[in-house]
C-alpha cells in the first residue's frame, strides 16, 4: 500500500502546483495568442474604413477568393450540367417497380392456393385470375428475373434496391402448412394492393412496352437532308412519328452521325515572295450619292475580303462630329467605358517585357466612364504635343548651326529612325483603350443613330437586306452600335467577327488607324500557328506578327484607315487593328443574305460549339425569322434555310415525341416580344 500513498500524494502536490487562477490565465494567453484573435484584435484597432464610391469600385480589381469562388460554382454548375437531372433517372426504376408487384401477386397466388379450402368467394376470383396470369410463371422464374434486374440496375448507374425474395414475409406473415393467417384484414389489403398493381399491369398493357428508336446521335445544324424540299410540315411530323411509333419503317431525315466541323481547307499555291503576298487592299472612291447607293457597290462589298471606301461619308453629309469624344460627354458623361490597359508599341511590333517577340498581347480589363476616360484622352495629346515641342527645340538647338550640317544632321534623323524599334524593345508606355461603348439606347443616342441610317442599305444598321434586323432581339455589339475612343497604340486584338459575319467601321477622327486582314480561307493556317504557341485562337489576346504570316505563306492585307473613312470587313475575314493617332471609331455587324455568309455563320456555329465558345447568333432562330420575313430570290439561299427548317423541325418533334413517350411532362415558355436567346449553362 506503501507506494499506493506516494502516488496519491505526488497527485496531491501536482494539483497545488497548478492553481485555477493560474489555468485560467492560460485560457486567457492562448485565447490571446491564437491567430485568429490577433486578427479580431488588430481590425478593432483600425480606423473604420470608408465604402469607395461607385466609379472607384468599378475600377478595384475582384478579390482573389471572391475569383476562385465564382470559378469553383461554374466548375460545379457545369457538372451538374454534365450529370444531368436525378429524374433522368426515373424511368430506370419503373421496371424495378413492376417486377416487385410482380413477385408480391405471385406470392399471394400462393397464399391463396394454400388456403384455398378456407378463402371466400371473392378471395376465389382473385386466386383464378391472378393463376390465369402467372400460373405458369415458377421460382427459378421469378430467382432468374430478380437477378437479371440487379445485374441491370448494377450497369444502370448503380442504382440498387432491396427486393423481396420469395422466402421473406412479404406481408408480415409466413405461411406454415396449411395455416390460415391470423387476419382476413392481411389478406384483403394485399388484395387491394394486387388489385392496383394489376391496374397498372393493364395500363402499362394499353402502352406496350417496345423498342424506341433512340434520338439522333448528334444534331449538326450542316447534317446532310434526306427528304425532298418539298416536304410539307405535316408529313415531316408524321415521318418523326414514325419513330417513336413504328420504329422498323422510320428513315433518317437528316444525318444523324456527322463528323465534328473542321476548319476550311487551306488553298494550295506556290511559295510567293513577301512582297506578292502583301495584297493591295482594293480602295472604292465614292463621289455622288448615286454611287454610294448603287448595287454595284454593294455586290462589290459582298465579294470582297475587305474594302476601303473613301468619300462615302462627305458624300453622303454625315456629321460625324455628334461621335466625337466631346459631344459624348455632353450627352452621357457618366455612360460606362470598358477599358483595356495595354503597352504601346509599334504596329508591326510585339515583345513581352524582356523584349522577346510575342504573339501575346498584353491587355487587362477594367471599367470607367467617358468623363473619366475623356479626361484621359485630351491629357494624353497634351502630353503628346508638350513632348514634340521638346524634341523640336531639342532638334533645332543640336542642328540649326550652319546649313553645311544639314546633311549630317539628315543622316542622323535617318538613323535615329532605324534604331527606334532597337530603342523601344521594352514596352514601357502604358496606355488606355476605351472599347466596347454602348450606343443602342435610342433616347440617349438618337441623334447619333439617325445620322448612322443616311448609310447605304447594305451597311446600315437596320435595312431588309441586313439578317440580323430580322433577329427579333438584341445582340450587344452586332445589330447596335459600338463605340471605341482610342490614343496611339490602342490595339484590337486577332479576332473573326462572332458567326463570322461581316462588319462595317467607321474613323471618326481626327487621327488614323492601321489595319492588318487576313482571309477567311487561311482560318486554319492562322489557327494552327496560334495554337502552337500555345494561345487560344477563339478566347485568347493575340497579335501576330506580319513577318511570320508571310513566311508562311499567307496572304496579308494592310491599309491605313483616314478619317472619314469606311473600312467594309468581309464575311469570316481574320483582322487586327492598331491606332497611330487619337480617334474614336464607330462599329456594328451586318448579315449579308447571300449563300456564302449563311454557310459561313452556320459552320461558325458549328466550330464554335465543338470549342465551347458562345455564338452570340442563334441560328435556328435566325432561319426561322428569314423564311417569316424575306421571299428569297436565290435558289442556293432559299435552299439553305428550308433545309435548317426541316432539321430544326424534326429534331424537335423527335424530342417531343419522345418526351411524351415517358410521360414526361413540357412546359411551354412563350417567347416574349424582345426576348434574348436562351444557352445552356456550358454557352452561358
Known amino acids: ?88 433517372s426515373a424511368t430506370l426504376i419503373l421496371p424495378q417497380n413492376m417486377n416487385e408487384s410482380l413477385e408480391v401477386q405471385i406470392q399471394l397466388m400462393n397464399i391463396l392456393r394454400a388456403n384455398k379450402a378456407e378463402i371466400t368467394e371473392r378471395e376465389r376470383d382473385l386466386l383464378e385470375m391472378l393463376e390465369n396470369k402467372y400460373g405458369k410463371i415458377d421460382k427459378n422464374d421469378i430467382e432468374q428475373s430478380t437477378e437479371t434486374r440487379v445485374e441491370q440496375d448494377f450497369t444502370n448507374g448503380g442504382i440498387k434496391r432491396e427486393i423481396p425474395v420469395d422466402g421473406e414475409a412479404v406481408l408480415n406473415y409466413s405461411v406454415i402448412g396449411d395455416a390460415v393467417p391470423s387476419t382476413s384484414l392481411e389478406i384483403q389489403s394485399a388484395e387491394e394492393r394486387a388489385t392496383d398493381d394489376n391496374k397498372e399491369i393493364t395500363k402499362e398493357q394499353v402502352k406496350p412496352a417496345k423498342e424506341v428508336s433512340p434520338l439522333p446521335y448528334s444534331f449538326s445544324l450542316t447534317a446532310d437532308v434526306h427528304v425532298p424540299l418539298t416536304i410539307t410540315a405535316s408529313e415531316l411530323m408524321e415521318r418523326c412519328r414514325k419513330r417513336i411509333d413504328k420504329p422498323a419503317e422510320f428513315l433518317e431525315i437528316f444525318d444523324e452521325r456527322v463528323k465534328p466541323p473542321t476548319l476550311p481547307e487551306i488553298p494550295q499555291m506556290e511559295k510567293s ?63 460606362e467605358v470598358e477599358i483595356r490597359s495595354q503597352y504601346r508599341m509599334s504596329p508591326d511590333q510585339n515583345v513581352d517585357h524582356l523584349g522577346q517577340p510575342t504573339w501575346t498581347c498584353h491587355s487587362t480589363r477594367s471599367y470607367t466612364t467617358i468623363a473619366h476616360y475623356a479626361q484621359y484622352q485630351a491629357q494624353s495629346f497634351q502630353y503628346s504635343l508638350k513632348e514634340e515641342a521638346e524634341k523640336l527645340r531639342a532638334a533645332s538647338a543640336k542642328y540649326g548651326g550652319s546649313g553645311a550640317s544639314t546633311d549630317t544632321g539628315n543622316g542622323s534623323l535617318k538613323r535615329r529612325r532605324a534604331t527606334v524599334p532597337e530603342e523601344s524593345q521594352m514596352p514601357m508606355k ?42 427579333g432581339h438584341t445582340v450587344y455589339g452586332m445589330n447596335t452600335v459600338q463605340l471605341y475612343m482610342k490614343v496611339p497604340g490602342a490595339r484590337t486584338p486577332g479576332h473573326v467577327e462572332n458567326n463570322c459575319l461581316a462588319s462595317v467601321n467607321v474613323n471618326i477622327g481626327p487621327g488614323d488607324c492601321e489595319w492588318f486582314c487576313v482571309p477567311y480561307e487561311y482560318w486554319a493556317a492562322v489557327n494552327e500557328m496560334v495554337e502552337k504557341r500555345k494561345l487560344n485562337f477563339l478566347k485568347g489576346s493575340w497579335w501576330p506578327d506580319i513577318e511570320e504570316l508571310l513566311e508562311a505563306n499567307i496572304p496579308v492585307y494592310r491599309f491605313t484607315q483616314k478619317a472619314g473613312d469606311v473600312a467594309w470587313i468581309g464575311s469570316g475575314c481574320i483582322h487586327w487593328v492598331h491606332s497611330t493617332g487619337w480617334c474614336n471609331n464607330v462599329a456594328w455587324n451586318v448579315g449579308p443574305p447571300t ?90
Not at 472607384?56 to 444531368?84: T, V
Not at 503576298?277 to 459582298?302: D, F, G
Not at 461558325?604 to 470549342?611: A, D, F, I, S, V
Not at 419522345?658 to 436567346?677: A, C, N, T
Open 1 to 88: 500500500m506503501y507506494p499506493l500513498c506516494l502516488n496519491s500524494k505526488a497527485k496531491s502536490k501536482k494539483t497545488k502546483a497548478a492553481p485555477e487562477a493560474l489555468k485560467a490565465r492560460i485560457r486567457v494567453l492562448e485565447k490571446e495568442l491564437h491567430p485568429s484573435s490577433l486578427l479580431i484584435g488588430n481590425l478593432r484597432t483600425l480606423p473604420p474604413s470608408e465604402l469607395p464610391s461607385l466609379n472607384e469600385a468599378w475600377r478595384l480589381s475582384i478579390p482573389a477568393e471572391l475569383s476562385q469562388r465564382q470559378e469553383e460554382f461554374l466548375k460545379q454548375k457545369q457538372q451538374r450540367y454534365r450529370d444531368g437531372s436525378p429524374l433522368l
Open 273 to 335: 515572295l513577301p512582297e506578292k503576298l502583301l495584297r493591295p487592299t482594293p480602295i472604292i472612291m465614292v463621289e455622288s450619292r448615286k454611287e454610294a447607293h448603287s448595287i454595284e457597290l454593294q455586290n462589290y462589298c459582298y465579294n470582297s475580303t475587305v474594302a476601303l471606301i473613301r468619300g462615302l461619308t462627305q458624300t453622303l453629309k454625315m456629321d460625324l462630329s455628334l461621335f466625337s469624344t466631346k459631344s459624348l460627354l455632353e450627352i452621357a458623361p457618366n455612360h
Open 430 to 471: 502604358l496606355i488606355k483603350f476605351g472599347t466596347n461603348v454602348d450606343l443602342s439606347d435610342e433616347t440617349k443616342f438618337k441623334v447619333q443613330l439617325a445620322e448612322l441610317n443616311k448609310m447605304p442599305s447594305f451597311a446600315r444598321l437596320v435595312a431588309a437586306c441586313n439578317m440580323l434586323t430580322h433577329l
Open 595 to 684: 449563300p456564302t455568309q449563311y454557310e459561313m455563320a452556320v459552320h461558325c456555329h458549328e466550330w464554335n460549339k465543338l470549342n465551347g465558345y458562345k455564338s452570340l447568333v442563334p441560328i435556328q432562330h435566325l432561319s426561322w425569322q428569314l423564311a417569316r420575313n424575306i421571299r428569297f430570290s436565290n435558289q442556293k439561299m432559299f435552299t439553305l434555310v428550308k433545309q435548317m427548317l426541316i432539321r430544326s423541325l424534326a429534331y424537335s418533334k423527335m424530342i417531343i415525341d419522345m418526351l411524351s413517350f415517358y410521360d414526361k411532362p413540357i412546359r411551354m415558355h412563350p417567347r416574349q416580344k424582345g426576348e434574348v436567346s436562351h444557352y445552356c449553362s456550358t454557352c452561358e
